[in-house]
């Protein structure tokens, strides 16, 4: 029967063992085995700059945590209908997921694999005071664990022993991070950025660890990020002002970070033309080890200025006949040696717009610093990360704003989660959350699209972990009496932030935005012979509707609990087995088909829609089919074929069955007709079974 899958063993994220068989297939022999000495010749290894380096990270639940990495989801994905179907969020791009994140971040994976720009995480610090202690609810027997993580007898006891002791060790911490950063390495696009909040209980482990999934070599910075410049007069020694963001890229070659626009009180250090915003840069002798004369000979050249500030350079290094006033010659000569410049004749001759004379006590040449992206001047962050909008208190206060009571205990600012955005991201990127807390990352994407039309899309996740009624009583009676929820959990916190921030942002910053457009539209219609006053209209225009279409909504998603005999070893799976006797109700069909569509690639919020062949319910979404409920007939073959022949946009590439509720006898059926049969479309599909 076509294609059989066990998603149970499939449904999992690549090894590095798997990534080696897919690009380097020459390697392994007939039995799976990797030839060590074939792979040295692949990759040319006289031609690679091999490290020699012995240091690493290494800990006790190291080989737990890759287990974890590798192991496959014990979830599905369940879609909250009623709230997805509400008019705020029925086309929203933006997603919460309720559930662990590590099952999240697996169910992501094959959907959202390398489509993240930036992930911005705020795990816990692991202070002791936290509440952080290692829990895993997998429970592994000593020989399963010595198969899978390919320990002996003793250290899987030891390492058993660990895991369950819920320890709050640097060990723990790092075990129960390992995994998410691992994943989450796989969803970043290959020019994505990697953000981390952590503080010093945690940082230096952070730094070995990301060095060893993110590399070393995408190390970007360890940004001291200033959270209360007063200080905290309850640490030891000293009064602490400050904790870290540390920031890796997927690939460090090919990121390219933004800059901040400058303030106002700026713009003095500015000027324009014709091109747009300059200030004074480099100057354009060189300078360094390769900077004389004997180093780069071709780039030793006179250069003319006339009284006029224009520039002549010649082929044949002669002054120009025609110039204004007197003639300065010029040579890169510093301190009476020889040097060059650092641009080539061709550069001179194409770029002269581009270069400022400066007569101030003697003359020189350099360049243009144009703002690095945009039109508007712009300068690099700088790696002392302060702005007086960090404060910790500035989180709190934005919770006031939108619940009137602390319901939150340290949130993040989300004015410093915008300028992460800001640095790592653009426009219509996906950012990615999986310790979404009260929800700011979202709040922060939502405000930053107000303010600059931009369509950036956010995934939260975060668990539904209990609000503790003693330690944080206000947030507990909050989501208890006004939210109506009976089991107050910090999921409903992010929620219910979300809604509020929402309805704010549209009421407040959108309104405002719009307003100023407005005014902008009524004083270019009053201006009579303007440039290009009806382009200017017409783009204000524009921005108005794309401000009033902001995406301000937001679907959920949850795990839930996968069926306790859905989970089959292979060895069980035969098309007539009869070991799954539980009745699948509508929720449980959809929960398969979310899950199973998200694993096929297919984004959460990509909608399905029902196909009526005859009266069988199959699902279609992005050329998949999918037949997962029972009471399949053979009758229904034919609906099948003709639909796929007479209607132009059913194209159907794969049809995915689910083997439990088909008789055998229909499998082949369809697997018979379905290769047999030449449909007018002339596609080809694959068929495959799922259990």
Request: glycine fraction near 6%; include cysteine; proline fraction near 3%.
């Amino acid at each position: 029967m076509g294609n059989k899958q066990n998603l149970s063993r499939d449904n999992k994220i690549e090894n590095n063992f798997e990534i080696l068989k897919k690009h380097f297939p020459s390697c392994f022999d007939r039995d799976g085995r990797f030839n060590y000495e074939k792979f040295k010749e692949e990759i040319k290894v006289d031609e690679i700059n091999l490290s020699k380096e012995s240091y690493g990270l290494d800990w006790l639940g190291k080989s737990y945590a890759r287990v974890l990495t590798f192991e496959t989801t014990r979830t599905l994905l369940k879609e909250d209908e009623d709230w997805n179907g509400k008019e705020e969020n029925i086309n929203s791009g933006n997603l919460l997921i309720k559930g662990d994140n590590l099952e999240v971040l697996k169910h992501l994976y094959h959907a959202y694999y390398e489509k993240i720009k930036l992930i911005y995480i705020d795990p816990p610090y692991n202070t002791g005071n936290d509440g952080f202690v290692y829990q895993d609810d997998r429970k592994f027997t000593v020989k399963e664990l010595m198969k899978l993580a390919g320990v002996d007898e003793d250290k899987a006891k030891r390492i058993l022993e660990f895991v369950n002791s819920k320890n709050n060790s640097h060990s723990a911490w790092l075990t129960f991070m390992y995994p998410r950063l691992y994943i989450a390495r796989r969803l970043l696009k290959d020019d994505g950025v990697i953000f981390v909040s952590i503080d010093d209980n945690e940082v230096a482990q952070l730094r070995l660890l990301m060095d060893e999934i993110f590399g070393e070599e995408n190390f970007v910075a360890q940004l001291p990020t200033v959270m209360n410049l007063k200080g905290n007069n309850d640490e030891y020694g000293f009064a602490g002002t400050h904790e870290f963001t540390i920031v890796y890229a997927k690939q460090k070659y090919i990121t390219q970070l933004n800059q901040f626009s400058v303030n106002v009180d700026e713009l003095d250090d500015w000027q324009e033309d014709e091109k747009g915003f300059y200030k004074q840069g480099a100057n354009l002798k060189a300078t360094g080890v390769n900077a004389p004369r004997e180093k780069r000979p071709n780039l030793y050249f006179p250069i003319f200025i006339d009284d006029n500030n224009n520039i002549y350079v010649n082929d044949d290094d002669q002054p120009p006949k025609h110039y204004v006033g007197n003639l300065i010659t010029l040579y890169p000569i510093t301190n009476s040696k020889e040097m060059s410049w650092r641009w080539s004749k061709d550069k001179f001759i194409k770029n002269k717009e581009d270069i400022i004379i400066s007569r101030n006590g003697g003359i020189g040449i350099y360049k243009k610093q144009r703002p690095a992206l945009g039109d508007l001047p712009s300068k690099k962050p700088k790696t002392i990360f302060y702005k007086p909008e960090y404060s910790s208190g500035n989180g709190t206060v934005r919770i006031k704003e939108l619940f009137i009571e602390k319901v939150f205990s340290n949130p993040k600012p989300y004015q410093l989660i915008k300028d992460f955005l800001k640095i790592g991201s653009n426009s219509t990127d996906f950012i990615l959350d999986f310790f979404a807390g009260s929800g700011t990352t979202g709040d922060a994407v939502m405000q930053l699209n107000a303010e600059d039309g931009g369509n950036r899309k956010f995934i939260l996740v975060q668990l539904p972990e209990p609000i503790d009624e003693k330690k944080n009583k206000t947030a507990y009676e909050f989501v208890k009496n006004e939210l109506g929820v009976n089991e107050p959990t910090i999921f409903d916190i992010c929620k219910e932030r979300l809604i509020r921030a929402s309805k704010k942002i549209a009421e407040e910053t959108i309104k405002t935005k719009i307003a100023e457009k407005q005014k902008e539209i009524k004083e270019l219609e009053g201006k009579l012979d303007l440039e290009n006053k009806e382009e200017k209209i017409k783009q204000l225009k524009a921005e108005i509707n794309s401000l009033k279409n902001q995406d301000l909504g937001f679907k959920i998603f949850e795990t839930t609990p996968v069926w306790d005999d859905y989970l089959l070893d292979d060895k069980e799976l035969t098309e007539n087995t009869k070991i799954f006797n539980r009745i699948l109700f509508e929720d449980d069909i959809k929960a398969l088909l979310t899950t199973w569509k998200t694993y096929d690639g297919i984004p959460l919020i990509e909608k399905y829609e029902e196909i009526n062949l005859s009266d069988y319910t199959a699902y279609y979404c992005k050329n998949n089919l999918y037949l997962l409920n029972n009471g399949w007939n053979t009758k229904y073959i034919q609906s099948l074929l003709e639909k796929i022949d007479a209607e132009d946009d059913f194209v159907v590439n794969k049809i995915i069955i689910f083997g439990y509720h088909f008789e055998s006898k229909h499998l082949r059926e369809i697997e018979e007709n379905i290769r047999n049969y030449s449909n007018k479309k002339q596609i080809e599909i694959e068929t495959i079974l799922r259990f």
